[in-house]
């Protein structure tokens, strides 16, 4: 099996990932709150990239969720701190998300036949479904700003690991850059909050009084559950469509 | 003492080199041959982007040197590996040199205060030299046609590495892709030489017939001289040169 690992959106092209399984990756947040918002009950995230979008696709029921610098948007209900979608507030509800890079993300990857969403939350259950849905596979750490976020390469690190697991040494194949992410990986993996703290976003989310975030994205393997894109909204993955898929 | 580390030649900007110290890294194989040939006797090397540059260059008893895709360029003295470099063949020579990316990687640093050529064979060396040269340090790791090599990686990793020891922890910040190669660094270290092999360049090599490079460019710490450009030429950086630059 074939990943690649993408160092951020800047550096991603769309045409790239036809007929390949794209896994977006934002640990701090938007794939760690859209992971949560789901195993939470929330019907489907639908991710966008404009607030004018999200506006837009908003109907009586929905919530509209999102950020811009860390900080909530105007008028939305939520922001975009995994820890706000709780059951009590997501259940059975859709939510149209917009956030800098995650949503970004997703969208860039609109071409691939399948697009998932991947954090620490779910890496062994992002290598399983990358697995059963029988494509080339791509890591696209969403980055910031089209720069590299190191969160998102532990992440990548990570899923790459789950995979060596789960089909050996020999049939895991990845570029330099994967294979960079997986020994930065393997030599943080005893201590992932503490370096968390001391990257660029980890350090960012402290000062602006979000460090129950970075506790909360740092959790490693805490669901099965994988959020993959049908048509223009995020569900989760069942395993007969994996199935399907073959 | 901030370092930046840069992934690839192509995420370069010439300007944000103003005023600092660069260190290009391509260690498999230009600035390893570099650092061979000057600590060998060689006079000056004049890295150029081109074959016609280089011809153009050309004096009565200077040697060309470089490569096209791993091979010798034709008509040339010498290609592009740091063994063919000996004190027999370059010393008291002028060498002109053109690789596919550690010489593109000089010529877009020439905007920076200092340019240094930096490799596994001369981390500490160059840390020393960032350090004594008291700028703001990027450490330009040269890649492959624009795309990370895990091999510029690890020597980035190293040179912090050296930076920390040097400096203190808290003395030496880096953005989160220094981060990530100083772990990938760290998780690597007592097995270089196999990680070599795992990589794109390593695994070309061999398959090259170039085995005995990657042998010689995994060697760590083994001179304390670091090529430095001076005007069009690179020569070894002599201390009080250093001293000259506060």
Known sequence: MYIEVVANIGEARSDDFLHKTVIVVDVIRATSTIITALINGCKAIIPVETVLKAKELYREG????????????????????PLEFTKEVVQGKRVIL???????????????????????????????????????????CAGTQDVFSLEDGLCAGLILEELVSALGEKHVVTNDFGLAMRGCYLHAKNTLYETLLTCTNGKKMCKSGFQADVVSCTKTNITDQVPILEQDQMVLLQLSQGRRAF
């Open 62 to 81: 929905d919530l509209l969720g999102g950020e811009r610098f860390c900080k909530k948007i105007p008028g939305f209900d939520l922001g975009n701190s």
């Open 98 to 140: 917009t956030t800098t890079n995650g949503t970004r993300g997703i969208q860039k990857a609109m071409k691939a036949d399948h697009v998932l969403a991947g954090a620490l939350l779910n890496s062994k259950a992002c290598a399983e479904a990358a697995i059963a849905l029988k494509r080339d596979t791509v890591i696209l």
